[in-house]
């Protein structure tokens, strides 16, 4: 009995090792099968669409692309299998479109070419390769605008907040170094264009002098001389100072004598140390005007009309006058 049992395992064990290499014979020569196919199919020709990316280079003399132009290029083209694949898995360079090259000959509307794919199908098959046939490229029709390069002078324009410690404040305005600069781009984009700003800075408790190097903001396509400016910012201490301002009358009538109470105003200001002292009761106007004279109200309103422009916190007392109207 044991015996029996001892051969049926062993056929057994034989025919599965049998059965194993079968498959493995099988596999093998489906695997070779299918690689003679898939040569034999690759080694055929095909028709296949491709999106390539292009590139627009050499623009005529003194002339700028500023027209909007594609990235890609739309490819109907034939070829064998292999050349096909090699193009659908593989990135490859930019197709270069010589401007200069493809509208020359070509009559332009305000600076707007035509340009034929079709045209370019010599081309763009030199650059790719003489195993492919171009048949057609989308878009068929390329818009190529030209416009000539113009340099102007601009302004600079500050974009800039700051804040200072207390008791310190501008000495004098802000200002960049140089104040205007030269742009260069499309004629067409130029005209727009009558100040360059400063990128946004922002500046805290600042409390003594400060420079910087600042980049200017300026539109694709453009380019500017200098890149950058100076930011000048020149703070110096302030302190409180006080002056009485006489207040002179406007529009008195010959016939009539007008008295003030009080006849002057105190201004109370914030200065710079540097011009603390040369800041004189001239420097400031006060008035009031007999044509506003309201019947049954006694007093006038001060007019503070001038005062230094580099004054700070600026306040005055009273702002209101009585007054009392002697005739002759």
């Given at each position: 009995m044991n015996k029996n049992i001892a051969k049926l395992s062993k056929y057994f064990k034989v025919g599965k090792i049998r059965d194993n290499s079968r498959i493995i014979v099988f596999l093998i020569c489906l695997a070779i099968a299918t690689s003679f196919w898939f040569l034999n199919?690759?080694?055929k020709n095909y028709s296949a669409e491709i999106s390539y990316p292009v590139k627009f280079v050499n623009s005529p003399a003194n002339r700028f692309l500023?027209?909007?132009?594609?990235?890609?290029?739309?490819?109907?083209i034939n070829g064998q299998g292999f050349t096909l694949l090699r193009f659908k898995l593989l990135a490859f360079a930019p197709i270069k479109i010589d401007i200069d090259n493809v509208t020359k000959n070509l009559e332009s509307d305000s600076g707007a070419y035509k340009v034929t794919s079709s045209n370019l199908i010599q081309q763009i098959t030199e650059q790719l390769s003489s195993e492919i046939k171009i048949n057609k490229i989308s878009p068929e029709i390329l818009t190529i605008v030209l416009d000539s390069l113009a340099t102007k002078t601009v302004k600079v324009a500050l974009d800039v907040n700051v804040d200072f410690e207390p008791q310190f404040n501008l000495k004098s305005p802000i200002f960049t170094k140089p104040q205007e600069v030269k742009i260069t781009g499309p004629a067409i984009l130029l005209r727009k264009i009558s100040v360059l700003n400063t990128k946004v800075n922002i500046m805290n408790t600042l409390n003594s002098s400060f420079k910087q190097e600042i980049e200017l903001i300026h539109p694709d396509k453009t380019t500017i001389s200098p890149e950058k400016v100076s930011l000048l910012i020149d703070v110096e201490k302030y302190t409180e100072k006080e002056l009485r301002i006489?207040?002179?009358?406007?529009?008195?009538?010959?016939?009539?004598?007008?008295?003030?109470?009080?006849?002057?105003?105190?201004?109370?200001?914030?200065?710079?140390?540097?011009?603390?002292?040369n800041v004189i009761i001239s420097d400031f106007g006060a008035s009031v005007d007999y044509n506003s004279i309201v019947k049954d109200i006694n007093n006038l309103s001060v007019n503070l009309y001038k005062k230094p422009p580099f004054i700070q916190d600026l306040r005055f007392v009273p702002e209101k006058v009585e007054f009392l109207i002697e005739r002759n």
């Open positions: 199919a690759l080694s500023a027209g909007k132009t594609p990235a890609k290029l739309d490819l109907e006489p207040i002179e009358i406007l529009n008195s009538p010959k016939n009539a004598h007008i008295k003030l109470f009080p006849s002057e105003i105190k201004v109370v200001f914030s200065v710079g140390l540097s011009r603390f002292e």
